[in-house]
């Protein structure tokens, strides 16, 4: 005879149980408009230019910081002294950065090549031999900006880190521990292999230049000013026989990123004031003018909306969601994680009351009152969810911009859905935890 379960006991419910037929149709067809998102925003400035199309098109209202933070705000029926309703993601990712004098020739190999840094957590290991295309901009001498996107068309050329073959490479990796066999210094790009014609010392560095001044008027001293990013060249992809998942570069974290937008760009009438918040430079740990510890950007976005307030008392009464993925379990992988409290593909958004490493160091830590808050909400709403923790204790661990918003006084949890693979350069989610998201979050932002 089978054994039964308490009724009392907690257990986590599968969103493609949970949705009905339509609900799943509709989560298929969100994942689409979600791909070409992905696909458009490979980088910071790329995503804000997305939200900023997006918020003109649904008449919201956006304020931007610089290129790369921008904010959507929709005035609710309560007084904003009463608090915000803020949901806050990311949307930086790993790559490689070319460093400000990047372009040299090996003569050993005969070709010319672009010297990188490595930007967020990475195994380095994972970025050699793949496609990768360049983006982003440069400021010449002159002061105009070129903007640069190439290797994403068909058309296009694309570079790749190149890596030594098999049977060379027992002594210069198979030896070493698996951190150690690929170092930061050679994640270098091929650029080219031919040679220009005339009396110059290194020929086919001359030739990639001639043809950076030609095709986009550059001098290699504008590299110096410029942010250029490598990132992978290939398309969000629908993934399994089922098309469940999407597999695609960069789910850290705009699978959130694009469930706010759209949460906020469907939001009509809500009760507080909603602002869904895309920062940069998560990665490497929130560091800049543009970014989740930049205070005076959410300061000037309350005195804009009423520029009498004590901004300190409404941030006093605010909520937010630091919407921010977690780590699915890995198949091959399960002994890191504990099993009860790690959150899975296809089981909805996934609520982490604390990050952080170790003994919860510094991590924001989201009283039990908040907690059991969103968890109504959500089971209100019928809105598949679980828990989430990013491994055992002493694992490893992780952080997210909560802990930025918390120091301000606001009431704060990380809530997102599951990655698999993350920080990889082909990370996966399921179709139906990106739309557990989003529902998620406009009815946070609706309350």
Do not use: C
């Not at 990712?93 to 010297?115: C, G, H, I, M, T």
């Not at 994680?337 to 296809?346: I, P, Q, R, T």
């Not at 170790?358 to 009152?369: L, P, V």
Request: net charge neutral.
């Amino acid at each position: 005879m089978a054994e039964k379960e308490s009724k009392y006991s907690y257990k986590k419910k599968s969103a493609w149980e949970i949705f009905n037929k339509d609900q799943i149709a509709e989560a298929f067809g969100f994942a689409e408009e979600y791909k070409k998102f992905l696909n458009e925003s490979k980088t910071e400035r790329e995503a804000v230019q997305k939200i900023k199309e997006a918020a003109l098109k649904n008449k919201k209202k956006i304020m931007l910081n610089r290129e790369s933070e921008a904010a959507i705000v929709v005035p609710g029926k309560k007084s904003i002294m009463e608090g915000l309703r803020i949901v806050i993601s990311h949307i930086d990712s790993p790559r490689l950065d070319l460093k400000q004098v990047p372009l040299y020739e090996d003569s050993e190999s005969n070709l010319a090549l672009f010297e990188t840094h490595y930007y967020g957590g990475i195994k380095k290991f994972q970025w050699v031999t793949i496609p990768l295309s360049l983006h982003g901009v440069v400021v010449k001498k002159d002061g105009k900006k070129q903007k640069l996107t190439l290797g994403e068309d068909e058309k296009d050329p694309v570079f790749s880190v190149p890596d030594i073959l098999p049977h060379l490479s027992q002594e210069v990796q198979d030896d070493k521990k698996l951190e150690e066999a690929i170092k930061g210094e050679s994640l270098d790009i091929v650029v080219g292999n031919r040679p220009v014609k005339g009396d110059f010392k290194e020929k086919i560095k001359a030739a990639i230049l001639e043809k950076l001044n030609k095709d986009y008027g550059l001098v290699e001293e504008d590299f110096v000013s410029a942010e250029l990013e490598a990132v992978p060249a290939y398309k969000a992809r629908d993934m399994g026989f089922d098309r469940s998942l999407i597999g695609s570069y960069g789910h850290d974290d705009r699978a959130s990123a694009f469930a706010s937008l759209k949460a906020i760009s469907d939001l009509k009438n809500p009760d507080h004031t909603a602002i869904s918040l895309f920062v940069d430079k998560e990665e490497i740990g929130s560091e800049g003018s543009a970014t989740a510890q930049v205070k005076t950007f959410i300061r000037s976005i309350i005195r804009d909306l009423d520029p009498n307030v004590n901004t300190d008392s409404v941030m006093l009464k605010s909520k937010v969601i630091s919407a921010d993925v977690n780590s699915a379990v890995t198949p091959n992988y399960t002994e890191v994680f504990e099993l009860k409290n790690a959150s899975v593909l296809g089981h909805g958004v996934a609520m982490s009351k604390f990050t952080g490493h170790g003994g919860k160091y510094a991590a924001n830590d989201a009283s039990a009152e908040y907690v059991a808050e969103i968890r109504t909400l959500l089971n209100k709403g019928k809105i598949p969810w679980q828990t989430g923790e990013l491994g055992k204790v002493d694992k490893g661990g992780g952080g997210t911009v909560a802990k930025y918003f918390a120091r301000l006084g606001m009431e704060v949890v990380d809530l997102g859905p599951p990655v698999l693979s993350m920080h990889s350069p082909f990370e996966v989610v399921s179709k139906v935890d990106i739309y557990s998201a989003y529902m998620a979050y406009k009815a946070f932002l609706k309350s």
